[in-house]
């Protein structure tokens, strides 16, 4: 796919679109009117509240599905054939290369926790507590990806990136959907934990 612009994203965030990773600089970022004074502060309280919730979203989302999921989570949420954006950035890499992976992350993240409520709307409807845990881990992930935008656009004149996302479930049975949700959240709580570690150090004021 093409070049799609961060606003665009955005606005698209549930589309599933598989593309490679591309990053354009010049002069098309709509400036720093888009940052908030508190930007880096705010961020690292998004990633923070991120990785101290997922566990938690993963062991309820487990729950509410039943059997075989609840006693067989080892087998059935095994991520290892999903697409997941691969994250090989460390403590030491360039503060620019660890901004892109982070958005990569998390724009496919949401574009999943997309696919996971709908899903879990029609197959939980009455799961109250699990509804609203993806709503909220879906809030806070629109307002990091929206913090990382900026700070993207302002430090590094970064305007646009090709993001990959993951399948949508649409169509599939009941059980697939179920299946495909356990293993992006258990591969989200696997990445959350060392994305914290890498980003938090690089958000550290100047």
């Known amino acids: 796919t093409g070049v799609v612009p961060f606003v665009a994203l955005l606005l698209l965030q549930r589309r599933p679109v598989a593309g490679r990773a591309l990053l354009v600089t010049g002069s098309g ?9 508190n930007v880096l502060e705010q961020t690292r309280r998004q990633v ?5 919730t997922a566990q938690e979203l993963f062991s309820l989302y487990l729950k ?3 059997e075989p999921f609840s006693s067989e989570s080892d087998k059935l949420c095994n991520p290892a054939g999903i697409f997941f954006p691969a994250f090989r950035v460390n403590r030491t890499s360039e503060r620019k290369e660890v901004m892109v992976a982070m958005y990569k992350l998390f724009a496919f993240l949401n574009t ?4 996971i409520t709908r899903d879990q709307e029609e197959l939980n409807p009455m799961a109250k507590e699990l509804l609203e845990r993806l709503h909220n881990t879906t809030k806070t992930t629109r307002g990091l990806i929206s913090n990382l935008t900026c700070l ?3 430090n590094y004149n970064i305007f ?3 993001v990959r996302y993951g399948d949508s479930s649409k169509g599939k049975s009941a059980f697939k959907k179920k299946q495909q949700g356990c293993q ?4 989200y709580v696997q ?3 060392q994305a914290a570690r890498v980003l938090l150090p690089h958000l550290s004021p100047s």
């Not at 923070?48 to 101290?52: G, R």
């Not at 999943?112 to 696919?115: A, F, R, V, Y």
């Not at 992006?184 to 591969?187: C, D, G, N, Q, S």
């Open 160 to 162: 646009q990136v090709d």
């Open 152 to 154: 993207l656009c302002k």
């Open 29 to 37: 970022c709509p400036g720093h009117g888009l940052c908030r004074s």
């Open 112 to 115: 999943s926790l997309g696919n």
């Open 64 to 66: 509410c599905q039943g």
């Open 191 to 193: 990445v959350i934990g």
């Open 184 to 187: 992006v959240l258990r591969k």
């Open 48 to 52: 923070a509240v991120l990785n101290a």
